[in-house]
């Protein structure tokens, strides 16, 4: 009998490259969404249990409601808890973040360690909860790092809350209870979507560049992680004994928006996508940001690279990544081929992706 494990939040974007990972490895799966009448938005990865015969059922469960949780967990041996909310715009309460992010991180773990067959649980954190609010940036951070709540945006705030309370609920069980715990911190994810509803914030920039919905690039970037090679990392985190009990970067080096431009100017301008180019100065930015308040997110992060290090996934769980650029062009394709991105006028629309799973 195949071993199962339960998956939160599989209509994200990276929750159905995991799921495809696990299925793929033989392993069954039962996943958790918010409404099952919304079939639409799970009908790839039905094609992902299809496609490799492999065991997959949904479950509902909201990280806002104890109902649904127990009946979760049970006879799972493993959780990899991916769900969180990510919208692309602040909302105007935090706690609308950082409530479901801790408290439903606190239910999933607590229904986890109810069971009796959870060893444990693998949690989607983010390099969110190890580079903010740092007064230093010109350092390398590691898993030894952690964001400072107090001065960071609700998002990294509600991420770094949420792994905090994950640790600290492991720490205090009782001996007899005790649930292995591992935390996976990616940077800005990247790589192909999988449906046209599965898409995620870290597409965004992509997405703009691409609709050239932005005239240029604010001086911001990112490390990035191919949405694939983390969902690599996440079965990793769960299967490899000597994991237990930590921490994972999973980033690259720092990208800057401008080269994200330039390189899809370079390969899909031949196609007629005009991609913008320049560089928008920063006085710029922070006018715009006077009245858009995604734009002010921004703000904070003009001039700054993002360095990190993921030698700890790679010596101790045998982690590899794959360059970015690859991963960048993989995620602009799909974006079109989905229909998220439109074709540039006068040209023939791309063949509809439905039936593939990437
Ligand atoms: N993408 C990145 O660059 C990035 C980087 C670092 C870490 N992460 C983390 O990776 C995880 C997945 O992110 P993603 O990029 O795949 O984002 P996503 O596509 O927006 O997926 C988020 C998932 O969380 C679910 N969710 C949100 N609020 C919920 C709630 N109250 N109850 C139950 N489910 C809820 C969503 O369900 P619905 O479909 O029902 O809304 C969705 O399935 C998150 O923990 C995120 O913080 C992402």
């Known amino acids: 009998m195949s071993t199962r494990v339960l998956v939160t939040g599989a209509t994200g974007f990276v929750a159905g490259h995991v799921i495809d990972e696990l299925l793929e490895h033989g ?3 039962r996943a958790t969404v918010r409404d099952l009448d919304a079939a639409d938005k799970r009908a790839h990865l039905v094609r992902a249990a299809e496609r490799t015969g492999g065991e997959l059922e949904f479950v509902a469960a909201d990280l806002g ?14 959780v990899l808890h991916v769900a969180s909310p990510f919208p692309a715009t602040p909302p105007a309460d935090e706690q609308d973040l950082i409530g479901p992010a801790v408290e439903g991180t606190l239910r999933v773990l607590r229904a986890a360690a109810a069971t009796g067959s959870v060893r444990r649980v693998v949690l989607t954190s983010s390099i969110a909860a190890i580079t903010h609010g740092h007064d230093v940036h010109d350092v390398v ?6 964001s400072v709540p107090e001065k960071s945006a609700a998002y990294q705030k509600s991420k770094t809350l949420a792994e905090r309370a994950a640790w600290d609920f492991v720490a205090a069980l009782p001996a007899g209870e005790r649930l292995e715990l591992v935390a996976v911190n990616p940077g ?5 979507v999988q449906s046209a509803t599965a898409t995620s914030t870290s597409h965004e920039p992509v997405r703009m560049l691409l609709s050239r919905a932005v005239p240029g690039s604010p001086r911001v970037g990112w490390a990035t992680v191919d949405v694939r090679d983390l969902a690599v990392l996440h079965r990793l985190a769960m299967e490899t004994p000597a994991a237990a009990g930590n921490r994972y970067v999973a980033a690259g080096a720092h990208l800057w928006m401008r ?4 390189t899809l100017a370079t390969e899909f ?7 913008p180019t320049r560089v928008l100065p920063d006085l710029l930015v922070r006018a715009i940001a006077l009245f858009d308040k995604t734009v002010r997110l921004t703000v904070p992060t003009l001039g700054i690279e993002e360095l990190l290090s993921s030698e700890k996934a790679h010596r101790e769980l045998g982690w590899t990544m794959r360059p970015a650029r690859g991963s960048l062009l993989d995620t602009a394709e799909s974006l079109i081929q989905h229909g998220i991105v439109a074709a540039p006028r006068g040209a023939a629309a791309p063949v509809p992706a439905a039936a593939t799973s990437a």
């Open 27 to 29: 392993y069954a799966v």
């Open 65 to 78: 409601r104890d109902a649904g949780w127990a009946a979760a967990v049970a006879g799972c041996a493993a």
């Open 141 to 146: 951070r590691t898993e030894a790092d952690w």
């Open 188 to 192: 800005m994810i990247l790589g192909p």
């Open 259 to 262: 080269d994200l431009g330039r």
């Open 269 to 275: 301008g031949p196609r007629g996508y005009r991609v």
